[in-house]
């Protein structure tokens, strides 16, 4: 498999993810706003962001299990309609409440869009070149964070956050019209010739200690990235910053991360994941526990592009690491159980920042933050092996999966 292969392979899914990926930027900056201008208090404004998480975990294992059983093309657009209808919903939301359901909701079809695009490329790029094509995928999410929050930021200043929504809406239809014309409809993932629980068994008594390290790393890191989307929009409001400029923060911050995607496959390809992940949830950590510094937007700006710039070295990481450990042939019902221990970041981190900062106040909340992606970090870096060399990631694709010349199934 050659760098032609692999692009072919990879624009069915990378093109549908970024314009899903455009659609949810445009809001990222202003979700907790949009919450505190329906009347939610801090608390409130916490668990709307934890809803998402919260409906990630709801579904994460049923997720995975249905992913080993339908096919891949309809897997995802399950996903992507799902995420129209849940844009639409939060422009016409008129409560907290509604919300908070919407969120959850959302967080669901959010999940079987991760587990979606992780087991397609799982199952059609080999181990070597995994690392840069994650990182790619990664890399998607932070070019969508160059442009789209300073757009969402003119938009709510100048039309309001209903507009926002609807706009997001349009974005999430126009990926799901890609993915429909753009990829074909493969084979059932989970097919193979044992029972995926026969497999997933078999994976974890031979690298437990290996999957247990990287689920507590990741989901320390998942926190810290949760908490950030919360954190810094209320602490931007706080010292009185702008939709606008938090937009266009936001914007040079994704401009960073992005600039970094390449680099970051390379190390994750050449050097190893842990160079990645390692100096990503340690360096993310550091930045978060500066943010009480941030007095103004200079400061604010300057905080935000370090936290930037060490989210940037794990663009991907994530996906990447699920992918090597997954077993070939049980994949989306291993990355379903992946994701549901990981996912608790997302829930943990949103409730954090709201008890936190409702009990003592907003200062506290990112050094709570930090000192669990410390922690993260040291379990990694004494924890976690090379997941390039794990059994369950074959070298190459093979025939049952491709060709008779291990070309991808597509």
């Known amino acids: 498999m050659n760098n032609r292969d692999i692009i072919r392979t990879s624009l069915p899914i990378y093109l549908p993810s970024l314009?899903?990926?455009?659609?949810?930027?445009?809001?990222?900056?202003?979700?907790?706003?949009?919450?505190?201008?329906?009347?939610?208090?801090?608390?409130?404004?916490?668990?709307i962001a934890a809803g998402g998480g919260i409906g990630h975990l709801i579904f994460d294992l049923p997720g995975g299990w249905i992913g080993g059983k339908i096919?891949?093309?309809?897997?995802?657009?399950i996903a992507a309609l799902g995420l129209v209808l849940c844009a639409l919903g939060r422009a016409f939301a008129t409560a907290p409440w509604q919300l908070l359901l919407i969120s959850i909701v959302m967080g669901m079809f959010v999940s079987v869009w991760g587990i979606g695009r992780v087991a397609y490329i799982r199952r059609h790029v080999p181990s070597e070149f995994r690392g840069r094509t994650m990182a790619f995928m990664g890399g998607i999410m932070r070019i969508a964070r160059i442009a789209t929050p300073a757009l969402g930021g003119v938009i709510v200043q100048f039309l309001g956050?209903?507009?926002?929504?609807?706009?997001?809406?349009?974005?999430?239809?126009?990926?799901?019209?890609?993915?429909?014309?753009?990829?074909?409809?493969?084979?059932?993932?989970?097919?193979?010739?044992?029972?995926?629980?026969?497999v997933l068994r078999e994976t974890f008594r031979e690298n437990g200690h290996n999957i247990l390290a990287a689920m507590v790393g990741l989901t320390g890191l998942m926190l810290l990235r949760m908490s950030r989307n919360i954190i810094v929009p209320l602490w931007a409001d706080a010292?009185?910053?702008s939709a606008i400029l938090l937009g266009t923060?936001?914007?040079?911050?994704?401009?960073?991360?992005?600039?970094?995607?390449?680099?970051?496959?390379?190390?994750?390809?050449?050097?190893?994941?842990?160079?990645?992940?390692?100096?990503?949830t340690l360096g993310f950590a550091a930045a978060m526990a500066l943010l009480p510094m941030a007095a103004g937007p200079v400061m604010l700006?300057?905080?935000?592009?370090?936290?930037?710039?060490?989210?940037?070295?794990?663009?991907?990481?994530n996906m990447t690491i699920s992918s090597d450990l997954a077993p070939r042939h049980a994949a989306a019902e291993f990355l379903g159980i992946w994701r549901f221990v990981t996912d608790s970041g997302m829930v943990i981190g949103p409730l954090l920042v709201g008890a936190i900062s409702a009990a003592l106040s907003l200062w506290a909340a990112p050094l709570a933050?930090?000192?669990?992606?410390?922690?993260?970090?040291?379990?990694?870096i004494f924890g976690l092996s090379d997941t390039r060399k794990d059994p369950a990631s074959p070298p190459t694709v093979k025939a049952a999966d491709g060709d008779a010349q291990g070309k991808p199934a597509i």
């Not at 700006?301 to 990481?317: P, R, T």
């Open 19 to 47: 314009l899903v990926q455009l659609g949810a930027s445009l809001s990222l900056a202003f979700n907790p706003l949009w919450s505190q201008e329906l009347g939610a208090d801090v608390a409130m404004i916490g668990l």
């Open 71 to 77: 096919r891949e093309k309809y897997f995802l657009l």
């Open 161 to 198: 956050f209903r507009q926002l929504y609807l706009i997001q809406a349009g974005f999430f239809a126009l990926g799901t019209g890609m993915l429909l014309l753009m990829m074909k409809p493969g084979t059932i993932p989970g097919s193979g010739h044992r029972p995926p629980l026969t």
């Open 239 to 241: 010292i009185g910053v």
């Open 249 to 280: 923060i936001t914007s040079a911050g994704g401009l960073l991360e992005t600039a970094l995607v390449v680099p970051a496959g390379f190390i994750m390809d050449k050097a190893g994941r842990k160079w990645a992940v390692v100096p990503c």
């Open 301 to 317: 700006a300057g905080v935000y592009l370090l936290m930037s710039g060490a989210n940037g070295l794990g663009s991907g990481i």
């Open 369 to 380: 933050a930090a000192g669990i992606g410390a922690a993260a970090g040291l379990v990694m």
